[in-house]
């Protein structure tokens, strides 16, 4: 009895031993080192004309991975995430790869956009109506945005009233139009709604002047000609351009009057006022907001 005791508790001596050596062994061999990824350059330039698989090509261009154990892991290196602009057209890549430890190795460097624009906004017709017209009015069905990165993106512009919300009595509202892109860029513009007394004579013997925008974009220092944006009359909820309809319209380009506040060295948006009065009619005004963006695509300057 006293042998088995005895070999009994030799063969547990001998198991811990096993064990232990075994336990000091996995952890000597274990992998504590995550791989390594370097690049020489730290910036990498694109166009926003590159199609997603040769844009994918180049951000993965000269980027290599190494590891103690596993060798060269460069074919496993992937794209984990690309950040908002930290400036403009300037944002930051992150690169990720994992070992067969799974260790796990990252690498940032900064994507430059060299032809980069920012979204835009359009506008095709002003936002103006009637008392009656304004609680069923949808703001956005004439607008349209675009953005050299994502497309089209009408489907995902966003009006806030800066008063909250308006009525249907008669006045000028403010509302701003907002969209932005997947890189964070947003564009911003505080434009007017113009709800007029549904029935109004007056109102109804206005001719207003017509633009093929009523949203413009520049640069500071660079001045845009607002005449350029006029290409018909409006006469009683009716169309007339003078592309088509030059002879009904005679005289009234020429009778046209602007006022600008345009400040086109500063960037932000102002508005520009067209004003036309016909004969036996009260004055009719129509206003294009002129987005004065700064060398870079800020509308503040910031």
């Known amino acids: 009895m006293r042998r088995l005791k005895i070999a ?3 063969i547990f001596v001998a198991s811990c031993v096993i064990f232990a050596g075994y336990t000091v062994k996995s952890k000597m061999l274990e992998d ?3 791989p390594v990824i370097n690049c020489k350059d730290k910036t990498v330039t694109l166009s926003v004309q590159t199609d997603q698989k040769k844009q994918k090509k180049a951000l993965l261009k000269g980027v290599k991975a190494e590891d103690n ?3 060269d892991l ?3 290196v992937r794209i984990a995430s690309m950040s908002h602009f930290i400036a403009p057209g300037k944002r930051t890549i992150t690169y990720v790869v994992f070992d067969k430890a799974n260790q796990v190795g990252t690498l940032e460097r900064t994507v430059q956009y060299k032809d980069y624009t920012p979204p835009k906004i359009h506008l095709k017709a002003p936002l103006r109506y009637s008392t009656t017209e304004v609680g069923k009015a949808n703001l956005t069905e004439n607008m349209k945005a675009e953005d050299c990165l994502d497309g089209d993106l009408t489907s995902q512009i966003r009006t806030s009233l800066d008063d909250g919300m308006y009525n249907a009595a008669a006045g000028i509202y403010k509302v701003t139009v907002q969209v932005s892109n997947s890189a964070g860029d947003v564009c911003s513009v505080p434009l007017e709604v113009t709800v007029t007394e549904s029935g109004d004579r007056q109102e109804q013997m206005k001719e207003y002047p017509v633009l093929s925008d009523y949203i413009a974009y520049t640069t500071v220092g660079h ?4 005449m350029s944006y ?3 009359m409006e006469m009683n909820g009716a169309t007339y351009t003078y592309a088509d309809d030059g002879e009904a319209l005679a005289g009234t380009r020429e009778a046209i009057s602007v006022k600008s506040e345009v400040d086109y060295s500063k960037a932000g948006v ?3 006022e067209y004003s036309y ?3 036996g009619s009260p004055t009719a005004v129509t206003k294009l907001f002129v987005v004065v963006q700064d060398q870079e695509g800020t509308q503040d300057g910031k």
Do not use: N
């Open 8 to 10: 009994v508790c030799l």
């Open 32 to 34: 504590h080192t995550p």
């Open 69 to 71: 154990r596993d060798g």
């Open 74 to 76: 460069t074919s496993s």
């Open 223 to 226: 001045e845009i000609d607002p």
């Open 230 to 232: 006029v290409k018909g």
């Open 270 to 272: 102002y508005p520009v």
């Open 277 to 279: 009065t016909a004969e």
